[in-house]
């Protein structure tokens, strides 16, 4: 670990990192998911509104007020949770913030990424910005001085029941600002001490209430549901290029995605979908197809299928904002009045519901799309391609295998996704003494829709490997293909070449996973129109 002493003297506010990005302006009005995610991908920085920095101090000075006249408020003149009987002594009441975060220093697993670390950092300055959590305006104003250096907590990703929020995670931002733990910055881990003086900042003195309302909310699982919804949309996209390209190699029936029969049950995502492959494929109603009249479900009903993800993203959106931007701490203090309300808004259950309800529709794309391999491997469904797809052609082509393995890492990805897809909030467990007797487990579902998205992008990655192997081979049978689908050939061909002989994949997958995550596999399609 480097300390302060190695590190270089700070450049000027604003002279590095991303002083060219747009800004995200904070507590002018809500913001969304895609200004999270624009935030911790550093392509934007935040700012305060102008007056917010008075809307945080009458709240702060509330607080402060009701301290002086020695009034009872919970976490402040008490202990914590079920240890709320516990009077603290007025001389010890200071001790409790520092406390806390440093007995909460106890979580476990891979620690979060810098993407993933930031948008946890963008919803707290969210929620706190919202006035009803009594902490210091200059407080907020640090969180984005190191947010707009990348100064950033470095988080472990266990240890949060969802309720009272991400308890253990956010007490890693709490110990950034006092100068306590590790954190990131330009690349490195560094002691958040050494980064401070780096950027020529004093630690903070965390004032009564300040880590309990950083801590006390729901700002981990909805900022890595803001990254998941994200992800979620490309799949969605990637999923009708694929599904077309699937359809056009094996000569499938165009006319299963004519727009009647989506007027016929008019679900707006199956009708997107379709609109989406019906373009793909060049359709216009014509003669009857002279193929294959029905082509299985995995072609036939992916608008369907795919349908319910683009629909349910428009709600889980709309809960992700409510939840980004709301007050979530505990316990609020009314800025207007002062007054401290004693409540739960940390609960997580409606973030929670939605990573669940993601964690379904983003595994069964994973599932639709590993059906559709299975076809495209088998010469019994592919419409006279290759068996496996095997592109060697001689004497030797029988001891060669093609896409064989890829169609079982598929399969194995694909269980794996099925497999997490049970709710996390049914697990909810009694901790705490019982005080925290019903839990939400949002963050455990947040994470678990993570890692759904992670198997099911190396599902699509060897998908778009197998289709632009598909029209290659289509192509050199002396067939032919739809505009789009040699256009996703060819920039699969970009970086992979055709399989005519054995060799590993890994390296293949890789390289379009990476084309994947950075939106390079549909060149010609606007891919912000999910």
Same mark, same amino acid.
């Given at each position: 670990?480097?300390?302060?002493?190695?590190?270089?003297?700070?450049?000027?506010?604003?002279?590095?990192?991303?002083?060219?990005?747009?800004?995200?302006?904070?507590?002018?009005?809500?913001?969304?998911?895609?200004?999270?995610?624009?935030?911790?991908?550093?392509?934007?920085?935040? #700012?305060?509104?102008?007056?917010?920095?008075?809307?945080?101090?009458?709240?702060?000075?509330?607080?402060?007020?009701?301290?002086?006249?020695?009034?009872?408020?919970?976490?402040? =003149?008490?202990?914590?949770?079920?240890?709320?009987?516990?009077?603290?002594?007025?001389?010890?009441?200071?001790?409790?913030?520092?406390?806390?975060?440093?007995?909460?220093?106890?979580?476990?697993?891979?620690?979060?990424?810098?993407?993933?670390?930031?948008?946890?950092?963008?919803? !707290?300055?969210?929620?706190?910005?919202?006035?009803?959590?009594?902490?210091?305006?200059?407080?907020?104003?640090?969180?984005?001085?190191?947010?707009?250096?990348?100064?950033?907590?470095?988080?472990?990703?266990?240890?949060?029941?969802?309720?009272?929020?991400?308890? =253990?995670?956010?007490?890693?931002?709490?110990?950034?600002?006092?100068? #306590?733990?590790?954190?990131?910055?330009?690349?490195?881990?560094?002691?958040?001490?050494?980064?401070?003086?780096?950027?020529?900042?004093?630690?903070?003195?965390?004032?009564?209430?300040?880590?309990?309302?950083?801590?006390?909310?729901?700002?981990?699982?909805?900022?890595?549901?803001?990254?998941?919804?994200?992800?979620?949309?490309?799949?969605?996209?990637?999923?009708?290029?694929?599904?077309?390209?699937?359809?056009?190699?094996?000569?499938?029936?165009?006319?299963?995605?004519?727009?009647?029969?989506?007027?016929?049950?008019?679900?707006?995502?199956?009708?997107?979908?379709?609109?989406?492959?019906?373009?793909?494929?060049?359709?216009?109603?014509?003669?009857?197809? #002279?193929?294959?009249?029905?082509?299985?479900?995995?072609?036939?009903?992916?608008?369907?299928?795919?349908?319910?993800?683009?629909?349910?993203?428009?709600?889980?959106?709309?809960?992700?904002?409510?939840?980004?931007?709301?007050?979530?701490?505990?316990?609020?203090?009314?800025?207007? =009045?002062?007054?401290?309300?004693?409540?739960?808004?940390?609960?997580?259950?409606?973030?929670?519901?939605?990573?669940?309800?993601?964690?379904?529709?983003?595994?069964?794309?994973?599932?639709?799309?590993?059906?559709?391999?299975?076809?495209?491997?088998?010469?019994?469904?592919?419409?006279?391609?290759?068996?496996?797809?095997?592109?060697?052609?001689?004497?030797?082509?029988?001891?060669?295998?093609?896409?064989?393995?890829?169609?079982?890492?598929?399969?194995?990805?694909?269980?794996?996704?099925?497999?997490?897809?049970?709710?996390?909030?049914?697990?909810?467990?009694?901790?705490?003494?019982?005080?925290?007797?019903?839990?939400?487990?949002?963050?455990?579902?947040?994470?678990?829709?993570?890692?759904?998205?992670?198997?099911?992008?190396?599902?699509?990655?060897?998908?778009?490997?197998?289709?632009?192997?598909?029209?290659?081979?289509?192509?050199?049978?002396?067939?032919?293909?739809?505009?789009?689908?040699?256009?996703?050939?060819?920039?699969?061909?970009?970086?992979?070449?055709?399989?005519?002989?054995?060799?590993?994949?890994?390296?293949?997958?890789?390289?379009?996973?990476?084309?994947? !995550?950075?939106?390079?596999?549909?060149? !010609?399609?606007?891919?912000?129109?999910?």
């Amino acid at each position: 670990m480097t300390n302060k002493h190695s590190l270089p003297r700070p450049e000027a506010e604003g002279a590095k990192g991303n002083h060219r990005a747009r800004t995200v302006i904070i507590g002018a009005g809500p913001i969304g998911a895609e200004d999270v995610l624009a935030i911790a991908r550093g392509g934007a920085r935040v #700012e305060l509104a102008a007056d917010l920095r008075a809307r945080l101090g009458v709240g702060a000075q509330a607080l402060a007020d009701r301290i002086g006249a020695g009034e009872r408020v919970y976490g402040v =003149t008490t202990g914590f949770g079920e240890s709320c009987v516990t009077e603290v002594p007025d001389a010890h009441v200071p001790e409790l913030p520092l406390n806390l975060l440093r007995f909460h220093g106890c979580g476990t697993g891979r620690i979060f990424d810098e993407v993933e670390a930031a948008a946890i950092v963008v919803a !707290r300055i969210a929620s706190l910005a919202g006035g009803w959590s009594a902490v210091r305006p200059e407080l907020v104003e640090r969180l984005c001085v190191l947010l707009n250096h990348r100064a950033l907590p470095r988080i472990p990703a266990e240890g949060s029941v969802g309720a009272s929020g991400d308890l =253990t995670p956010l007490s890693y931002i709490a110990a950034l600002l006092v100068g #306590e733990r590790e954190c990131s910055y330009e690349g490195q881990v560094h002691s958040a001490s050494a980064v401070l003086a780096r950027l020529e900042l004093e630690p903070l003195r965390l004032a009564p209430k300040e880590s309990l309302a950083i801590m006390n909310g729901t700002s981990v699982m909805t900022a890595l549901i803001c990254l998941a919804i994200a992800r979620a949309e490309r799949l969605g996209r990637l999923s009708a290029t694929i599904t077309a390209t699937a359809s056009d190699a094996m000569a499938g029936n165009p006319a299963h995605f004519d727009a009647r029969i989506y007027a016929a049950k008019p679900h707006p995502g199956s009708i997107r979908y379709a609109g989406w492959v019906r373009d793909h494929l060049e359709y216009t109603p014509g003669p009857a197809f #002279e193929g294959r009249i029905q082509d299985r479900y995995s072609i036939r009903c992916a608008p369907q299928i795919v349908g319910v993800l683009l629909d349910a993203l428009a709600w889980m959106r709309a809960w992700t904002q409510v939840e980004l931007n709301g007050a979530n701490d505990n316990p609020l203090i009314d800025p207007d =009045t002062g007054g401290a309300l004693h409540g739960g808004n940390f609960y997580g259950g409606h973030a929670c519901f939605v990573a669940d309800a993601l964690k379904n529709a983003v595994a069964n794309l994973a599932d639709l799309h590993d059906r559709q391999l299975a076809l495209l491997c088998s010469s019994h469904s592919n419409a006279g391609l290759p068996e496996n797809l095997n592109g060697r052609q001689g004497p030797d082509s029988a001891a060669h295998h093609g896409f064989k393995a890829m169609q079982i890492a598929a399969s194995a990805l694909t269980a794996e996704a099925l497999k997490l897809t049970m709710p996390a909030s049914v697990f909810s467990r009694s901790t705490e003494c019982h005080n925290q007797d019903k839990v939400s487990m949002g963050t455990i579902a947040a994470r678990d829709a993570l890692r759904i998205l992670e198997l099911t992008e190396q599902v699509f990655a060897i998908l778009v490997l197998a289709v632009a192997q598909a029209v290659d081979l289509r192509v050199r049978a002396g067939g032919s293909c739809r505009a789009q689908s040699l256009a996703l050939r060819d920039a699969v061909r970009e970086r992979v070449p055709f399989v005519d002989a054995d060799r590993r994949q890994d390296g293949d997958i890789a390289a379009i996973l990476a084309m994947l !995550r950075a939106d390079e596999l549909l060149p !010609r399609l606007d891919t912000n129109q999910v």
